[in-house]
């Protein structure tokens, strides 16, 4: 099988029966060999951060119904949905709640908990093969009977910017928060172009609300983050709890407003934490309609020389308004950039610790 048989997503259907019950025709399917088939089927898949709510809240986007591609093929969404993470073998994600940054601050709260019940009530259906969790033993016991492992996370802490929000909201229950997205809010800047104005870093709401996040054993998510807001949560976060960058690019590959530079990696590693490596193309170096799941790799392997595969994990974005390379257009094809990672020379072991292993070594030590 040569490089191009392995890096061409083959067109036609997707078999309906579980894509583990054929795991050679899956490999036939994608072009990719049978060893990277085996790797997503047999590993404890995790992805830190998928986004497909935020279609379920703007249009109706069924999680619940297995999509196809739409008419954009997968461009910015319909790249995941329960049925398909589950058929692709994502044993676990973290579902996340974008905040409204234009939102009232009085109807901020407000909008969040109906959010959150109406994820919860999505997630709790009886037909959807999901257990909702919140740390490490609950997965266990998901996955011990086979069910997809649900976390709850949020993107954009200005939902939480009221000072009762803490009292008003179970903090307990979000695996993961997100600081800022890509507007500036009270609790600190962003690393998007739409700051205006200078890095102001971390706020005085901010230094309070990651205090009682921790305090809950919240992790504190720093994906958007401006540089100065990076460091001083570095500096002021309680040293027993790890920071993650739940999805990112790296700057040591592609330098990007939107990345983490090396020296940002190594101190979410020496925190214990991790980072999830994203999919969309233009963050990766590539084109916005031509990505390839090579870009996605490249990002790995330096993240892998650079902290180790033990602090590396998925953080797709599915759904999340991106990219995705067009040989890994969707969930389905994720064995794809495990084929492109044994491309590389990448072992097996270290990539079982980035298709799961990373992420349940911090939810047992963080989040037992």
């Known amino acids: 099988m040569d490089s191009s048989q392995k890096r061409r997503v083959r067109s036609g259907p997707t078999p309906e029966l579980p894509l583990s019950d054929d795991r050679s025709g899956w490999a ?17 898949v995790v ?21 196809g591609q ?9 790249q995941a949905d329960l049925p398909r993470l589950r058929q692709a073998g994502v044993g676990s994600a973290v579902w996340i709640i ?10 901020r709260l407000r909008a969040l908990v109906a959010n959150y019940r109406r994820l919860l009530d999505t997630l709790c259906h009886p037909e959807s093969g999901t257990e909702v969790v919140t740390n490490y033993r609950e997965y266990l016991a998901a996955r011990a009977t086979g069910k997809h492992a649900a976390f709850i996370g949020l993107q954009g802490a200005n939902a939480l910017s009221d000072a009762a929000s803490p009292s008003a909201f179970p903090l307990e229950q979000l695996l993961l928060v997100t600081l800022v997205h890509l507007t500036n809010s009270d609790i600190g800047t962003t690393s998007s172009p739409l700051h205006l104005g200078r890095d102001r870093g971390l706020l005085t709401r901010g230094r309070a609300l990651i205090q009682e996040l921790e305090a809950q054993g919240t992790l504190v998510d720093l994906a958007h983050a401006s540089p100065r807001l990076f460091w001083d949560v570095v500096a002021m976060h309680a040293p ?23 020296r940002q990696l190594r101190a979410i590693a020496e925190s214990g934490g991790v980072a999830g490596l994203l999919f969309h193309g233009p963050f990766l170096g590539d084109p916005h309609w ?18 180790g595969a033990q602090h590396l994990c998925l953080g797709s974005d599915w759904d999340g308004l991106i990219a995705t390379p067009l040989d890994m257009p969707t969930c389905l094809e994720l064995p794809c950039l495990v084929q492109a990672l044994l491309d590389e020379g ?11 292993k990373s992420v349940l070594r911090l939810l047992a030590l ?3």
């Open 366 to 368: 963080a989040r037992p």
């Open 28 to 44: 036939r399917h994608l072009g990719v060999s049978r060893a990277a088939v085996d790797l997503v089927v047999d590993s404890e």
């Open 70 to 78: 739409g008419p954009l093929g997968a461009r910015w969404m319909s």
């Open 290 to 307: 031509g990505g390839s799941v090579r870009s996605v790799a490249r990002h790995l392997v330096h993240g892998i020389k650079t902290v």
């Open 98 to 107: 974008t905040t409204n940054p234009w939102r009232r601050r009085r109807n």
């Open 346 to 356: 990448i072992d097996e072991v270290s990539i079982e610790w980035i298709l799961g």
């Open 47 to 67: 992805d830190l951060h998928v986004d497909s709510f935020i279609w379920a809240r703007l249009f109706g986007y069924d999680l619940l119904k297995r999509h």
């Open 240 to 262: 027993a709890r790890p920071l993650i960058v739940s999805h990112t690019g790296l700057s040591g590959v592609t330098p990007h407003w939107r990345n983490l530079d090396d």
